[in-house]
């Protein structure tokens, strides 16, 4: 199984944007990037996921490098309700459903 | 839709006894799925389920059975509980297994094996 590599935690201010980096050097072809995030106490909750370009939704944006080695969650805004950790997940086809979890960014939000 | 939801939040066993975590999801969805997570750890997979009828081992499915009778219910069943099974549970479901689907998470089990 590809794996993923995240800094452990990262600091944000309120109101400011946050870049979330994930490394995925040995990515295949059709390897889909997922992103979810996990809140204090909750289940898990989907953010984006992309396979080649750039995709935005309501929550956040996700930049895929060229080479589609890396890739970069970007919250336009930070907010409180922001802080949690932050999973990075390659999905290979012969995988199906599985979601496979490493051990994620842990960002906090500072006012 | 209500979503994903797991019963119950709570349960404290005993060593040796068994007892069901259910989970139900009101959305139509093919694929359901168990994972625990142990403290500081990410989630791993437990067993999974591509439709009614059909179920399959994930990443660490011993102590645990699991059965797919209808599309909305996905019991997890715990024969005789250890405390090495002591963990957050999660149910999660989506509309097909295809990898470019997003899952829905329920808000988890806490079991405490003493």
């Known amino acids: 199984d590809a794996k993923t590599t995240q800094p452990n935690s990262m600091e944000s201010n309120e109101e400011e944007p946050v870049h979330l980096p994930c490394n995925h050097s040995t990515i295949s072809g059709t390897d889909y990037i997922h992103w979810y995030r996990q809140l204090p106490s909750q289940g898990p909750e989907y953010v984006i996921h992309?396979?080649?370009s750039n995709v935005n939704n309501r929550m956040a944006s996700l930049a895929i490098a060229e080479d589609r080695k890396s890739s970069t969650l970007i919250l336009h805004r930070a907010t409180l309700r922001d802080a949690a950790v932050y999973y990075c997940?390659?999905?290979?086809?012969?995988?199906?459903?599985?979601?496979?979890f490493g051990q994620g960014t842990e960002l906090s939000v500072k006012p | 839709n209500a979503g994903v939801t797991q019963t119950p939040k709570f349960q404290v066993l005993k060593t040796g006894q068994s007892m069901t975590l259910q989970c139900a999801q009101d959305m139509n969805h093919e694929y359901m799925s168990w994972y625990r997570q142990d403290p500081g750890m990410g989630l791993r997979l437990i067993h999974y389920s591509v439709g009614a009828g059909i179920t399959d081992q994930g990443e660490v499915p011993n102590g645990y059975n699991v059965s797919r009778s209808t599309t909305e219910d996905f019991p997890l069943r715990l024969l005789s509980a250890a405390p090495s099974q002591t963990s957050v549970y999660f149910c999660a479901s989506s509309p097909r297994a295809g990898h470019y689907n997003e899952q829905f998470f329920g808000p988890g089990t806490r079991l405490t094996v003493l």
């Open positions: 992309g396979l080649t």
């Open positions: 997940i390659l999905r290979a086809g012969y995988q199906g459903g599985k979601l496979i």
